[in-house]
């Protein structure tokens, strides 16, 4: 990889963990998810653009809650607040995630995911199969007595591609590929006393543009045209919609583009059996010799955990 690209794929890692620091600082009981949210969102947007919406995924709430419009919902007490951020500039994207826990008897549960994230990250190389990281996650989360999610996946991740195309597992998987050299993936282990694994809810916050098909109605395509400048092939929020083109405007174009397939939604994602999960997330380049970690979160988890 060119140097001029590698720092860029560093430095909204660089922010991306800011980011997460920050996060440190404010999450607390009772805090609207909201706030949370956006408050984290204005900050990445000091520096770059929010690569998604920030993702404030609390308990048995494993990925994919990011506050709507009127959200009310604050943080519960002794709760596990998951906080996954995107960060991006010309592309380049920042993947990370962290665990915060408002009590210390999840301490062993946030333990499990941390260390199949370092073992996982001590593992990865070019030419190293994905289905062998796997294995390192599962056999870690597993001797803590926790299992890890099967149905969610680190990914690998292009210029304003989030998830493109390859994944690494969380469990040792039959179907597996090579990683290769100056590829980019977030690494993503999910711990869990539940079932160990996800299933969809019926309500979804983030949004992608998946067709540039026009709709044929002319207000709406402008919209469209606006969302594509802004958004391009990302995940977005409907508050992000509605900061330009009011609420209710924005609940209407949203609905019609659902329905005509142009964008599609990420459903909230909860654990089968309602157990707690625990998350932590980097994002890394590929190396001949290691994984170059561009988001560095072991740094802030020395303060949580
Ligand atoms: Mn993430
Ligand atoms: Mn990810």
Redo the contacts with the bound molecule.
């Keep these: 990889m060119e140097e001029k690209e590698k720092k860029k794929w560093l430095w909204v890692g660089k922010i991306a963990k800011k980011t997460l620091a920050r996060a440190i600082d404010l999450v607390h009981e009772d805090m609207p998810v909201l706030e949370l949210a956006e408050k984290l969102e204005d900050y990445i947007r000091n520096y770059a653009a929010p690569a998604f919406p920030v993702n404030i995924s609390v308990n048995h709430v494993a990925a994919h809650y990011s506050p709507g419009v009127n959200d009310s919902s604050v943080i519960p007490a002794k709760s596990i607040v998951k906080v ?1 951020v ?1 960060v991006h500039k010309e592309g380049y994207i920042a ?3 962290i665990s915060i826990a408002l009590t210390s008897e999840y301490e062993d549960l946030l333990k499990a995911s941390f260390e199949a994230l370092v073992n996982a990250e001590k593992t990865l190389k070019a030419g190293v199969k994905t289905g062998f990281v796997g294995a390192v996650i599962e056999e870690t989360i597993l001797s803590y007595g926790f299992k890890p999610i099967k149905n969610l996946t ?2 690998k ?1 292009s210029r304003f591609n ?2 493109a195309g390859k994944s690494i597992p969380n469990t040792k998987t039959i179907f597996s590929s090579k990683v290769e050299e100056d590829e980019v993936y ?1 690494v ?1 282990p999910f711990a869990t006393d539940g079932a160990g694994y996800v299933v969809e809810l019926s309500e979804g916050y983030i949004y992608r543009l998946t067709s540039a098909r026009r709709t044929g109605d002319k207000q709406v395509d402008r919209y469209l045209r606006d969302m594509w400048r802004r958004f391009k092939t990302l995940p977005f929020s409907e508050r992000w919609v509605a900061r330009f083109i009011g609420e209710e405007k924005a609940k209407i174009v949203l609905s019609t583009l659902l329905k005509k397939k142009i964008v599609t939604v990420y459903p909230v994602l909860v654990e089968k059996k309602g157990g707690l999960v625990s998350q932590f ?1 980097d ?1 890394v380049i590929i190396t001949e010799k290691n994984a170059l970690i561009t988001t560095g979160i072991s740094e802030l988890v020395k303060e949580i955990l």
């Design positions: 996954d995107g993947d990370a995630a680190g990914h991740i989030l998830h977030a993503e997330e994002t």
